[in-house]
Protein backbone atom coordinates (compact mmCIF):
# COMPACT_ATOMS: atom_id res chain seq x y z
CA UNK A 1 0.00 0.00 0.00
CA UNK A 2 1.66 3.09 -1.62
CA UNK A 3 -0.87 5.43 -1.35
CA UNK A 4 -1.56 8.80 1.17
CA UNK A 5 -5.74 9.25 1.49
CA UNK A 6 -6.79 12.43 2.16
CA UNK A 7 -10.71 13.47 3.28
CA UNK A 8 -12.96 14.94 2.05
CA UNK A 9 -11.80 15.36 -1.56
CA UNK A 10 -14.15 18.82 -1.45
CA UNK A 11 -15.24 20.64 1.36
CA UNK A 12 -16.91 23.79 1.01
CA UNK A 13 -17.51 26.14 4.92
CA UNK A 14 -18.17 29.73 5.87
CA UNK A 15 -15.66 32.09 7.78
CA UNK A 16 -17.30 31.12 11.14
CA UNK A 17 -17.26 26.83 10.57
CA UNK A 18 -15.29 24.78 12.51
CA UNK A 19 -13.70 21.99 9.88
CA UNK A 20 -11.25 19.54 9.79
CA UNK A 21 -9.22 17.73 6.64
CA UNK A 22 -7.70 14.10 7.26
CA UNK A 23 -5.18 12.69 5.99
CA UNK A 24 -4.11 8.39 6.39
CA UNK A 25 -0.96 6.70 5.31
CA UNK A 26 -0.51 2.79 6.22
CA UNK A 27 3.22 2.76 5.24
CA UNK A 28 5.06 3.21 8.12
CA UNK A 29 6.22 6.59 7.54
CA UNK A 30 7.41 8.75 10.25
CA UNK A 31 7.16 12.22 8.28
CA UNK A 32 4.66 14.09 7.31
CA UNK A 33 3.50 17.45 5.82
CA UNK A 34 0.83 19.95 4.91
CA UNK A 35 0.95 21.58 1.47
CA UNK A 36 -1.16 24.31 0.18
CA UNK A 37 -1.97 25.12 -3.51
CA UNK A 38 -3.68 28.11 -5.20
CA UNK A 39 -4.67 27.77 -8.20
CA UNK A 40 -1.70 27.52 -11.42
CA UNK A 41 0.70 27.89 -8.42
CA UNK A 42 3.49 25.11 -6.90
CA UNK A 43 2.85 23.82 -3.68
CA UNK A 44 4.03 25.80 -0.16
CA UNK A 45 5.04 23.81 2.58
CA UNK A 46 2.48 24.49 5.60
CA UNK A 47 3.61 21.95 8.13
CA UNK A 48 6.01 18.99 9.44
CA UNK A 49 5.55 16.94 11.67
CA UNK A 50 8.23 14.20 12.13
CA UNK A 51 7.56 11.16 14.75
CA UNK A 52 4.06 12.89 15.84
CA UNK A 53 5.75 16.28 16.76
CA UNK A 54 5.63 19.42 15.28
CA UNK A 55 8.88 20.07 13.83
CA UNK A 56 8.53 22.46 11.07
CA UNK A 57 5.51 25.44 10.99
CA UNK A 58 6.28 27.96 8.13
CA UNK A 59 4.72 30.75 9.94
CA UNK A 60 1.06 29.56 9.07
CA UNK A 61 -1.88 31.48 10.75
CA UNK A 62 -3.48 30.15 13.36
CA UNK A 63 -6.20 29.38 11.93
CA UNK A 64 -5.03 26.31 10.91
CA UNK A 65 -3.85 23.94 13.26
CA UNK A 66 -2.28 20.76 12.72
CA UNK A 67 -2.76 17.70 15.06
CA UNK A 68 -0.57 14.36 14.29
CA UNK A 69 -2.74 11.58 16.83
CA UNK A 70 -0.41 9.07 15.90
CA UNK A 71 2.35 8.07 13.14
CA UNK A 72 -0.66 7.49 10.38
CA UNK A 73 -3.01 9.92 10.73
CA UNK A 74 -2.73 13.74 10.02
CA UNK A 75 -5.50 16.29 10.88
CA UNK A 76 -5.68 20.10 9.73
CA UNK A 77 -8.21 21.40 11.90
CA UNK A 78 -9.34 25.12 9.98
CA UNK A 79 -11.47 27.86 11.91
CA UNK A 80 -12.59 31.34 11.32
CA UNK A 81 -10.96 30.81 7.14
CA UNK A 82 -11.00 33.98 5.07
CA UNK A 83 -11.90 33.34 1.30
CA UNK A 84 -8.14 33.83 0.57
CA UNK A 85 -7.87 30.31 1.73
CA UNK A 86 -9.43 28.53 -0.44
CA UNK A 87 -7.06 25.68 -2.23
CA UNK A 88 -6.04 22.75 -2.37
CA UNK A 89 -4.63 21.20 0.52
CA UNK A 90 -1.99 18.66 -0.29
CA UNK A 91 -0.89 15.92 2.53
CA UNK A 92 2.65 14.12 2.48
CA UNK A 93 4.33 11.06 3.56
CA UNK A 94 7.64 10.51 3.84
CA UNK A 95 10.21 7.16 5.29
CA UNK A 96 12.85 8.86 6.72
CA UNK A 97 12.19 12.33 8.68
CA UNK A 98 15.18 15.16 9.94
CA UNK A 99 16.04 16.10 6.96
CA UNK A 100 17.76 13.08 5.46
CA UNK A 101 18.62 14.13 1.61
CA UNK A 102 17.32 11.03 -0.55
CA UNK A 103 13.80 10.58 0.66
CA UNK A 104 11.12 10.45 -1.38
CA UNK A 105 7.66 12.12 -0.64
CA UNK A 106 4.47 10.73 -1.36
CA UNK A 107 1.14 12.71 -1.98
CA UNK A 108 -2.38 12.52 -1.39
CA UNK A 109 -4.34 13.89 -4.44
CA UNK A 110 -5.57 17.31 -2.18
CA UNK A 111 -8.60 18.04 -0.01
CA UNK A 112 -10.36 21.34 -2.12
CA UNK A 113 -11.60 23.43 -0.16
CA UNK A 114 -14.17 26.48 -0.86
CA UNK A 115 -14.25 29.59 1.50
CA UNK A 116 -17.60 31.41 1.53
CA UNK B 1 17.60 26.51 -0.79
CA UNK B 2 19.13 26.71 -4.74
CA UNK B 3 17.53 28.95 -6.73
CA UNK B 4 16.10 27.03 -9.96
CA UNK B 5 15.06 28.19 -14.15
CA UNK B 6 13.11 26.20 -15.76
CA UNK B 7 11.01 26.48 -19.01
CA UNK B 8 7.31 27.92 -18.25
CA UNK B 9 6.29 25.47 -20.30
CA UNK B 10 7.15 23.03 -23.75
CA UNK B 11 5.53 20.61 -25.91
CA UNK B 12 6.40 16.83 -27.21
CA UNK B 13 4.53 14.50 -29.74
CA UNK B 14 3.57 10.88 -28.16
CA UNK B 15 6.21 8.55 -28.20
CA UNK B 16 9.08 11.15 -28.68
CA UNK B 17 12.03 11.85 -26.20
CA UNK B 18 11.31 14.65 -24.00
CA UNK B 19 14.50 16.90 -22.35
CA UNK B 20 12.97 18.98 -19.76
CA UNK B 21 16.17 21.31 -18.75
CA UNK B 22 17.06 22.88 -15.20
CA UNK B 23 19.48 25.47 -14.20
CA UNK B 24 20.36 25.82 -10.96
CA UNK B 25 23.84 27.54 -10.80
CA UNK B 26 23.51 28.52 -6.88
CA UNK B 27 23.30 24.74 -5.26
CA UNK B 28 25.47 23.74 -2.48
CA UNK B 29 27.54 20.61 -2.50
CA UNK B 30 25.53 18.39 -0.41
CA UNK B 31 21.49 19.43 -2.29
CA UNK B 32 20.48 16.71 -3.96
CA UNK B 33 18.61 17.29 -6.92
CA UNK B 34 15.29 16.13 -6.72
CA UNK B 35 12.38 16.18 -9.65
CA UNK B 36 8.70 15.95 -8.91
CA UNK B 37 5.73 15.86 -11.43
CA UNK B 38 2.31 17.10 -11.10
CA UNK B 39 -0.37 15.30 -13.26
CA UNK B 40 -3.56 17.15 -13.54
CA UNK B 41 -6.35 17.24 -10.65
CA UNK B 42 -3.38 14.94 -8.53
CA UNK B 43 -0.77 15.70 -5.95
CA UNK B 44 2.61 15.52 -7.15
CA UNK B 45 4.79 12.64 -8.07
CA UNK B 46 8.23 11.52 -7.04
CA UNK B 47 10.23 11.05 -10.56
CA UNK B 48 13.90 10.37 -9.76
CA UNK B 49 16.96 12.23 -8.04
CA UNK B 50 20.56 12.16 -7.97
CA UNK B 51 23.58 14.06 -6.78
CA UNK B 52 26.53 13.67 -9.33
CA UNK B 53 26.27 10.91 -11.65
CA UNK B 54 23.40 10.08 -14.37
CA UNK B 55 20.04 8.13 -12.33
CA UNK B 56 17.88 5.94 -14.44
CA UNK B 57 15.14 4.41 -13.01
CA UNK B 58 11.89 3.24 -15.16
CA UNK B 59 9.68 6.30 -15.33
CA UNK B 60 12.84 9.06 -16.44
CA UNK B 61 16.51 9.34 -16.69
CA UNK B 62 18.44 12.68 -15.19
CA UNK B 63 21.42 13.91 -16.29
CA UNK B 64 23.55 16.10 -14.01
CA UNK B 65 26.18 18.50 -15.72
CA UNK B 66 29.69 18.10 -14.28
CA UNK B 67 29.87 21.16 -12.65
CA UNK B 68 25.87 20.60 -11.26
CA UNK B 69 24.51 23.85 -11.79
CA UNK B 70 22.30 22.36 -14.34
CA UNK B 71 20.18 18.96 -14.99
CA UNK B 72 17.72 17.31 -17.39
CA UNK B 73 15.26 15.04 -17.23
CA UNK B 74 14.95 12.95 -19.97
CA UNK B 75 11.22 11.24 -20.63
CA UNK B 76 12.56 8.69 -23.36
CA UNK B 77 9.56 8.11 -25.00
CA UNK B 78 6.70 10.43 -23.97
CA UNK B 79 3.00 9.20 -23.71
CA UNK B 80 -0.61 11.11 -23.19
CA UNK B 81 0.04 10.73 -19.61
CA UNK B 82 3.25 12.63 -18.97
CA UNK B 83 1.36 15.80 -19.72
CA UNK B 84 2.39 17.11 -16.65
CA UNK B 85 4.15 20.11 -14.45
CA UNK B 86 7.46 18.70 -14.11
CA UNK B 87 9.50 20.60 -10.75
CA UNK B 88 13.27 20.63 -10.42
CA UNK B 89 14.09 20.83 -6.74
CA UNK B 90 17.81 21.21 -5.15
CA UNK B 91 17.47 20.27 -1.82
CA UNK B 92 19.63 18.72 1.21
CA UNK B 93 16.83 18.96 3.62
CA UNK B 94 13.58 17.30 2.16
CA UNK B 95 11.43 18.05 4.68
CA UNK B 96 11.37 21.06 3.03
CA UNK B 97 11.08 20.74 -0.51
CA UNK B 98 10.45 24.06 -1.83
CA UNK B 99 8.56 23.82 -5.19
CA UNK B 100 9.43 26.47 -8.13
CA UNK B 101 7.13 27.42 -10.89
CA UNK B 102 8.29 24.27 -12.91
CA UNK B 103 7.93 23.61 -16.62
CA UNK B 104 4.39 22.90 -17.70
CA UNK B 105 5.12 19.66 -20.62
CA UNK B 106 1.89 18.96 -23.17
CA UNK B 107 1.94 15.85 -24.72
CA UNK B 108 0.41 15.51 -28.66
CA UNK B 109 -1.00 12.49 -30.01
Known amino acids: DTEVTQTPKHLVMGMTNKKSLKCEQH?????MYWYKQKAKKPPELMFV???????INESVPSRFSPECPNSSLLNLHLHALQPEDSALYLC???????????????FGEGSRLTVL | DAKTTQPNSMESNEEEPVHLPCNHSTISGTDYIHWYRQLPSQGPEYVIH???SNVNNRMASLAIAEDRKSSTLILHRATLRDAAVYYC??????????FGTGTRLQVFP
Open chain 1, 92 to 106: ASSQAPGGRAAGELF
Open chain 2, 89 to 98: IPTYNTDKLI
Open chain 1, 27 to 31: MGHRA
Open chain 1, 49 to 55: YSYEKLS
Open chain 2, 50 to 52: GLT
